[in-house]
């Protein structure tokens, strides 16, 4: 995986880099671009990071075949006159920069790469915890300062949040989707067009969903849902980053996980996990068959990833029960219009 970014990013005092933003990415770029790039910077190491002049953009634009958006990003920094940052990485290997870890999380944004497909090894330790602000990302040490000189500028300087990770659309809106709260989606989750995330939804980076969905519950790190299923209002889904999983786990196409309810086993197609019941790998479920009997008692963990199935919990005897789901959830297509 051969990844270039150009774009513009964001120091400290001290000149270590907070973030970085990348509106002109290649992934697998063509030749005419390496050799582009090649001749105004040594790009051979496995990774790394330089500035280019506006100079240099123009050489670019003139000597390799950008893509029509491309070089009206290209023009645009130009325009700006000023110095822009490129970053590279030949190949997927740990993350050993800021810069490197934004490229990556641009790329699983823009759904060039889908969740789990990235070595993210080296992520949060080269994301620093930053103060992102209505003036844009400043260092958690100079914020004091920062604050004070609003201040004394009669203005106000409000901090959204303080965090490793920004809000994806500060850097991108994937094309098709909607987002209700644009607070509660890192940059680094993946929307399929078609998907819909409602004001309690979340998705976390390295996660995501493959679009059409809707999203009214908890997507976390490294889980992905296919198309047509539906998470219902606080719904979750157990990722690798609590409780020290390291299972991922996958949601099939057109399940329904409902209200309060939660999984930490995959599901395949076509299942339901009925309101308030949270299947944990090591739940106790009782399969029933076609004909309302048991047939044997199971962990949750031997059904992972298996299709066409209910769970709900028996009424009186409160027994976790897995039936054959008899009906497919069919998203509503009014509510995946996004035009």
Not at 188 to 208: I, S
Not at 217 to 236: C, P
Request: proline share 4%; aromatic share 6%.
């Amino acid at each position: 995986m051969f990844s270039i970014g150009i774009g513009k990013g964001t120091k400290n005092k001290q000149g270590s880099w907070l973030e970085a933003y990348y509106p002109c990415i290649w992934l697998n770029p063509a030749q005419s671009v390496v050799d582009a790039i090649e001749g105004l910077c040594d790009i051979s190491a496995p990774q790394g990071t330089a500035e280019l002049s506006p100079s240099d953009l123009t050489k670019i634009i003139g000597q390799c075949e950008a893509g029509a958006n491309d070089a009206i990003v290209l023009q645009t920094l130009i325009d700006a006159d000023q110095n822009a940052l490129i970053c590279w990485m030949q190949t997927d290997g740990p993350i050993e920069s800021t810069p490197a870890a934004y490229l990556k999380l641009h790329l699983l944004s823009k759904c060039l790469v889908r969740p789990n497909a990235l070595n993210l090894d080296g992520i949060f330790a080269q994301l620093p915890n930053v103060a992102w602000t209505s003036d844009g990302a400043i260092d958690i040490a100079e914020i004091d300062e920062a604050v004070l000189s609003a201040r004394l500028s009669n203005q106000h300087l409000e901090i959204l949040s303080v965090d490793k990770f920004p809000k994806l659309t500060n850097y991108l809106i994937p094309p098709g989707v909607r987002i209700a709260d644009s607070a509660r989606v890192r940059l680094g989750a993946y929307l399929g067009q078609g998907t819909t995330v409602m004001h309690e939804g979340f998705v976390n980076f390295n996660a995501g969903a493959e679009g059409p969905n809707m999203v009214e519950g908890r997507i976390s790190q490294g889980v992905f849902v296919a198309k047509g299923s539906d998470l219902g209002g606080s719904a979750s889904t157990a990722g690798t980053l609590s409780g020290g999983g390291n299972e991922v786990l996958s949601i099939g196409e057109d399940c329904l996980i409902s209200a309060n309810a939660g999984t930490g086993i995959s599901l395949g197609d076509r299942c339901t996990i009925e309101a308030g019941l949270y299947i944990t790998p090591g739940t106790i479920i009782d399969v029933i068959d076609e004909d309302g009997q048991s047939v044997k008692t199971l962990k949750a963990r031997e059904l992972s990833g298996h299709s066409d199935l209910l769970f709900i919990r028996h009424s009186q005897s409160g027994t976790v029960q897995c039936r054959t789901n008899r009906q497919a959830i069919a998203l509503n297509q009014t509510l995946h219009q996004h035009n």
